[in-house]
C-alpha cells in the first residue's frame, strides 16, 4: 500500500459503524495533514495525540 491508500483505508475504517473512535476529530486532521506534508505517518499521529494531550513539542527518535 502507498501513503494515500493508508490515509484512505485509515479514513474509511475510522468511519465503520463496528469501531469506536475515541478521538474521531485527531483522525480527520490525521488525514489532512497526510496529505499536505512528507512526515512520516506513525510521526504524525503520535505528535496528534500528543497535541491532544496538551504537549506544545513532541520529539520522535528515528534511527537511520
Do not use: C, Y
Amino acid at each position: 500500500m502507498d501513503r494515500a491508500e493508508i490515509v484512505k483505508a485509515v479514513e474509511v475504517l475510522s468511519r465503520l459503524p463496528v469501531f469506536t473512535i475515541e478521538f474521531e476529530g485527531m483522525i480527520q486532521e490525521f488525514a489532512q495533514r497526510a496529505r499536505k506534508s512528507n512526515l512520516e505517518l506513525a510521526d504524525l499521529l503520535i505528535g496528534l495525540h500528543a497535541k491532544a494531550a496538551g504537549a506544545q513539542t513532541t520529539w520522535t527518535l528515528d534511527r537511520g
